[in-house]
């Protein structure tokens, strides 16, 4: 079969089409046939050889996709899986939750790791209520797409960042009620928008460069959730800060928390995927490129050339 292996760590450069042996399923795994693979930016760490998503080179790089099961034809997705650049991978059974009828597999591909992570961060990182302001930063991203529609889901407001006015008018489409182009300004503007209370969240997964100003957007007991860090790490926080600006909140929390056993991880994609079955949550796609071109999609990831979701087709 072929698959996307780096053999060294490094930049996309590493990453190369390679004809492999078809993957051996262990006890309580079973082999599945790729329709699509979800590209993330925990792929370009793994491949750039970050904690915690080392590897041991050369290996096959990915965790997320779709497909079906080779003895059954069950139709499966995942989001943790090892060597998902691939046309086959050997997928633990704990690690699979199936596929409801009327989701494409690249849907459900596209759903997992983005939709699972909005889906924690509105129901659980902070409970979004009725009236409250959320700012989501990055906003025509696959997470920030989703986190906006999941957002007005129940009743909240969005204060939407992007980078582009082409980014924004899609952050508009989804249903944010403001968007902010450039990022500039956005404490002032939410504070405007409630009424002088701030916003009661804010999802930030650019990290370095949006930080300190997103904590000068909360309204008093507000809450700071640093999904991720695109733009590199924050600066350390000094915790008196937090009192002085209104006993603040602030979490850095990981999907790896939210899917821990097997029933965590059914329970949280399940309800991501009945969502999108019934019409209620629209998954963008921003790309779909063949398995050869995982270089390029790695570079477009990391230019911020992309909206929505990237995906290879093996």
């Not at 407001?157 to 956005?186: C, I, M």
């Not at 928008?193 to 909360?218: C, M």
């Not at 926080?237 to 991880?265: D, I, K, M, N």
Request: hydrophobic share 45%; aromatic share 6%.
């Amino acid at each position: 079969m072929q698959a996307v292996v780096y053999e060294r760590t490094g930049g996309p450069e590493v990453l190369a089409l390679r004809e492999v042996p078809d993957p051996e399923p262990a006890d309580g795994a079973v082999l599945v046939d790729v329709a699509a693979v979800g590209v993330n930016f925990r792929d370009v760490y793994e491949r750039e050889g970050r904690p915690p998503y080392t590897a041991s080179p050369p290996a096959v790089i990915g965790v997320e996709g779709a497909g079906t099961v080779v003895d059954t034809g069950e139709r499966v997705a995942w989001l943790d899986v090892r060597g998902s650049y691939a046309q086959r991978v050997a997928a633990p059974r704990a690690k699979l939750v199936p596929v409801p009828d009327g989701v494409d597999l690249d849907v459900a591909a596209a759903a997992m790791l983005q939709g699972c992570t909005a889906q924690y961060l509105v129901t659980d990182s902070y409970p979004v209520a009725e009236g409250d302001w959320a700012v989501v930063h990055s906003a025509a991203g696959g997470v920030g797409l989703l986190l906006t529609q999941l957002v007005r889901a129940r009743g909240g407001h969005v204060l939407a960042t992007t980078s582009t006015e082409d980014k924004a008018e899609l952050a508009r489409a989804a249903g944010a009620d403001e968007v902010v182009v450039g990022y500039a300004g956005f404490p002032e503007r939410v504070r405007e928008l409630s009424g002088g209370d701030g916003a009661a969240v804010v999802y930030d997964g650019v990290g370095r460069t949006t930080f300190d100003a997103g904590l000068t957007a909360l309204r008093p007991g507000g809450r700071m959730i640093v999904y991720g860090a695109a733009s590199g790490q924050p600066e350390p926080l000094e915790l008196h800060r937090l009192a002085g600006a209104g006993s603040l909140f602030v979490q850095r929390p990981t999907l790896a928390t939210y899917t821990r056993t097997p029933e965590l991880l059914r329970q949280l994609a399940g309800a991501v995927l009945e969502t999108v079955a019934a019409g209620r949550l629209d998954v963008r796609i921003g790309a779909r490129l063949p398995l050869a071109d995982a270089r390029r999609g790695h570079e477009d990831l990391e230019a911020r050339r992309t909206t929505g979701k990237l995906l290879l087709l093996p």
